[in-house]
């Protein structure tokens, strides 16, 4: 039987996606931090770093970490990021046990071929679907959540923690089905980078705060030109002494629109942008007071820990 002319490009294209399992499974580990059955995390350096998905570690000690080797080895966790379902852990091991997983420089776009890759078994290999992305962002505005990234590829138990690979085996981002979140979705490498840094400069991941309690209003119509087709806004209905918003001049009334040029629609929108890196730097704030735009500059602080009675 003669051979399709469409037969080599398949086979090329099979023998590629199982390639590029291979090079991102060298990279995936097994995370067997709860009680259920383990999930997939990525090696992040090649000292020992590994993220995986934040509501796949229930517990805060005898963490093991599944290496693509066999190896079981303990892992320290080192800081969460609950608001990206992050965290990041320390295996103690020595380097040529460790692949960091490559990462992809460009963001994918709709419609990219990717493979979702884990490793949900101690001593076992990898495991992949296949499927394609679907979306990014959702509609979604706000900085993170604007590129978070929905593929079209099956999540398997096991699979949350673990990379969504391009056809080369690089890294897109980090798979979870946390239960906060409706169905799956990919952060990008380049969130990923952030917390990572955030919680080795920092030993946690910092959340920038103004000092002010906010609610979601529309816009009046007079007003709507200024916020161009924005419309609603989060009125600022308390401002706590000391803080940033007292310091920047803001006011008990004012309507604040867009912060560092990223619309606020709600408050949601707000806690997004107040990421740690814009701790300490001076932010250009549009408000809405008495009908007019006014810009403020205003500095965000570390949000303070709630007081416990």
């Not at 998905?53 to 990021?81: F, K, M």
């Not at 490559?102 to 101690?122: D, E, F, K, Q, S």
Request: proline share 6%; charged share 20%.
């Amino acid at each position: 039987m003669s051979e399709s002319p469409q037969s080599p490009t398949l086979s090329a294209l099979s023998d590629g996606l199982a390639a590029a399992v291979e090079r991102a499974g060298a990279g995936t580990v097994t995370v067997d931090a709860r009680r259920r059955l383990p999930a997939s995390g990525i090696v992040w350096d090649d000292q020992g770093l590994i993220v995986t998905a934040s509501h796949v570690v229930e517990r805060e000690e005898a963490i093991q970490v599944g290496l693509a080797n066999g190896a079981a080895v303990p892992a320290t966790l080192l800081g969460r990021d609950l608001s990206r379902d992050l965290v990041l852990l320390r295996v103690e091991t020595g380097g040529d046990a460790l692949t960091p997983a490559p990462r992809r420089t460009a963001p994918v776009r709709v419609g990219n071929i990717v493979l979702a890759v884990g490793r949900p078994r101690v001593g076992g290999g990898p495991t992949a679907t296949f499927g394609t992305v679907v979306a990014i962002g959702q509609g979604r505005r706000t900085t993170s959540a604007a590129s978070l990234i929905s593929a079209e590829v099956t999540m398997l138990p096991g699979f949350s923690g673990g990379p969504l690979v391009d056809v080369t085996g690089e890294i897109a981002g980090l798979n979870t089905s946390g239960p906060a979140r409706s169905g799956g979705v990919t952060i990008p490498v380049a969130q990923i980078e952030r917390v990572a840094t955030e919680v080795q400069a920092h030993g946690r991941v910092r959340h920038g705060w103004l000092g002010v309690t906010l609610q979601s209003v529309t816009l009046p119509e007079g007003t709507r030109d200024d916020a161009g087709e924005q419309t609603t806004g989060l009125l600022v209905v308390n401002i706590a002494s000391g803080s940033p918003a007292a310091t920047a001049g803001l006011i008990v009334g004012d309507i604040l629109i867009a912060l560092d040029d990223q619309d606020l629609v709600d408050v949601a929108d707000l806690q997004q942008n107040l990421t740690g890196d814009r701790i300490g730097t001076a932010l250009p704030a549009r408000v809405l007071r008495g009908g007019e735009r006014r810009e403020i500059a205003v500095t965000p602080a570390e949000r303070p820990e709630p007081t416990r009675e």
